[in-house]
């Protein structure tokens, strides 16, 4: 009866949007559903100690094996054993790979037959399209835009094509996407098999009546923290880095150059920071030279926690690979 009530007010609300509506009602039904209005998530310590035995027993008997979907990217896997259900922050300043690396786990999870969705508030699905291509070709999309392909070149842009058309991998190109709507949406994609997700990027979610934007930015993160945990998925936002670190003379990312609120940091289970070396110094030798600083690690064993990833980025397909040898 209340929930029918709440659900009547909702719609009937002045000036209230459709699709907030139906986000709000459906979030309403979702909790009922669950059992979680007015129900305890209470342990008792025995309930505790078993938790804790099936968690070693699965782990004993996966060893050797990943316990979530790969990022692709050898030595961070090998620390990370796969990514757990959490939080994930990629932060990074412009131009240094944040999307792509999201871009490029959800790749490697969808090839590893974990069901994954991105929704990019920045750019268009034709935009991705390309990237997802180029990285998967090796084939600049600059090539395909100014000049006949090559057969080889034709070859691998077809074979990259297939591969692409045959994953397990959504895309939602919503430009303006709200909190309520985004939770909205993940719910029924993890319903359907969706194991990980990507939201690109964090500050361009959308949050009516915020008082500041740290009190946004706040909200936000912690709404995406509750929407990692509730679906039981890694969830993967990269976020803009504050202008302030430009200003250093060493470069590289620290967790306090998250933009604009402690929050971010305060709620991420792993922070990972992209850096290409050669970005910012013209006179380095390799300039392809980068890495992944592994910043935090709430889940998961602390292997990779405070290491730095020695990897390459490949301009040619605009992407993060392992470096040859190592």
């Not at 949007?17 to 979702?30: F, L, N, V, Y």
């Not at 490029?104 to 037959?113: C, E, T, V, W």
């Not at 508030?121 to 998967?136: D, F, N, P």
């Not at 910043?295 to 390459?312: C, D, H």
Request: glycine letters at 6%.
């Amino acid at each position: 009866m209340a929930l029918g009530q709440e659900i009547s007010r909702l719609a009937t609300q002045p000036n209230q949007k459709a699709s907030d509506a139906i986000a709000q009602s459906e979030g309403a039904m979702w909790e009922l559903s669950s059992s979680r209005l007015g129900a305890s998530n209470l342990k008792n310590s025995s309930d505790i100690a078993q938790i804790s035995r099936d968690t070693t027993t699965f782990a004993q008997s996966h060893l050797g094996h990943y316990f979530g979907p790969p990022t692709g990217l050898r030595g961070l896997d090998e620390a990370l054993r796969g990514l757990r259900a959490g939080l994930i922050i990629i932060g990074a300043r412009p131009n240094m790979g944040k999307t792509t690396l999201a871009l490029q786990i959800a790749l490697s999870a969808a090839k590893a037959s974990y069901p994954s969705v991105i929704y990019s508030l920045e750019m268009s699905c034709e935009v991705l399209a390309q990237r997802l291509v180029t990285i998967l070709s090796g084939v600049p999309s600059y090539v395909i835009e100014s000049r006949p392909l090559t057969e080889s070149e034709q070859r691998s842009i077809t074979k990259a094509q297939d591969l692409l058309a045959s994953l397990p991998l959504f895309i939602d190109d919503s430009a303006e996407l709200d909190i309520s709507t985004l939770r909205s949406r993940l719910r029924r994609q993890v319903r359907t098999g969706v194991r990980l997700a990507v939201v690109d990027y964090l500050q361009q979610l959308a949050l009516p009546s915020a008082r500041s934007r740290e009190v946004e930015i706040n909200t936000l993160a912690q709404a995406c923290k509750r929407m990692a945990h509730e679906n039981n998925i890694p969830l993967i936002v990269p976020s803009q880095l504050s202008r302030s670190l430009e200003m250093r003379q060493d470069k590289r990312p620290m967790l306090s150059d998250l933009r604009e609120s402690g929050g971010i940091e305060n709620e991420a289970d792993l922070v990972l920071f992209p850096f290409r070396e050669g970005y910012y110094s013209e006179d380095l030798e390799d300039q392809d030279r980068a890495s992944i600083h592994c910043a935090k690690q709430r889940v998961g064993g602390a292997e990779a926690l405070g290491k730095r990833f020695s990897i390459r980025w490949d301009s040619g397909r605009g992407a993060f690979v392992d470096r040859v040898g190592e």
